[in-house]
């Protein structure tokens, strides 16, 4: 274990290492932003959707119970963008984006591509590594407010039925309640959860062995691992959250 922890630290520490000097890929990583939104988007607004109606038609009993249901929009809107948006976009990333980065790499591991890449001149780490932990970083925080937007209208079109509250009226409600900390908390919380995503599925797969056994074991454990630390990550990111708050 504390072999791997330190195969780890060396990995990420030449991640900064090789970030911080030029030359950069920049048309590696815009292909590689495209890639990490474009697999992921059809999911993210299906699920984003479908959660704003769920949690809004879940919480209403409980507050019409003290006949405030004028609430909702406040609560969908604070649930969202606090805590169901940046983890529900961190999730299906993992799922998507991290096994994909995984399986990749470590099929080109296998075929001996990323060797061929140092022969040829090319710093496969830079190319490989680089491009895709910076477009997951990037990527998932804009993801994760469109997936709080998609929650919001599937939030609105419950409310809408139920209590015939305008639009407008909605968005007012929900901006009221926000404050600059949950904007703030959430785009931090996306940027470490996207930097760990693409960390864990780079070092998967760059890392891969074993023939095309070592593959799914990559593409495995870019899952397993992505989501375990994001769990973990979001309970450290909220205990700092309400300690600012308090």
């Known amino acids: 274990m504390l072999l791997e922890l330190y195969r780890v630290h060396q990995f990420v520490m030449k991640f900064f290492k090789e970030f911080l000097f030029p030359p950069y890929e920049g048309k590696e990583i815009i292909r590689q932003c ?49 805590t169901l948006a940046p983890l529900l976009t961190a999730l299906i990333s993992a799922g998507k984006v991290g096994s994909s980065i995984g399986a990749e790499l470590g099929s080109m591991k296998v075929t001996e591509q990323i060797d061929a ?29 469109y997936t709080a937007l998609v929650g919001l209208i599937g939030g609105f079109v419950n409310v809408m039925f139920n209590e015939n509250t305008s639009f407008i009226a909605y968005i007012q409600s929900f901006l009221d309640s926000i404050t600059f900390l949950d904007i703030t908390a959430s ?21 891969s062995s074993r023939g095309t056994e070592g593959v799914g074991k990559a593409a495995n454990s ?18 700092i959250t309400f300690f600012f708050k308090t």
């Open 117 to 145: 890449m140092e022969v040829s001149a090319t710093n496969p780490f830079k190319f490989l590594v680089i491009s895709r932990v910076i477009a997951t970083t990037v990527t998932i925080p804009i993801l994760t407010f």
């Open 222 to 239: 870019a899952v397993v691992i992505g989501m375990f630390l994001v769990f973990v990550e979001e309970i450290v990111a909220t205990q």
């Open 34 to 82: 495209y890639q990490v939104g474009y697999r992921s988007l059809l999911l993210i607004s299906l699920t984003g959707f479908i959660t704003g109606i769920v949690f809004t038609k879940q919480s209403r009993p409980s507050l019409a119970e003290f006949g405030a249901t004028s609430w909702l929009p406040s609560l969908v809107g604070i649930a969202l963008l606090r």
């Open 187 to 207: 785009t931090i919380k996306s940027i470490v959860f996207g930097f760990t995503i693409g960390m864990v599925g780079c070092y998967q797969g760059y890392n």
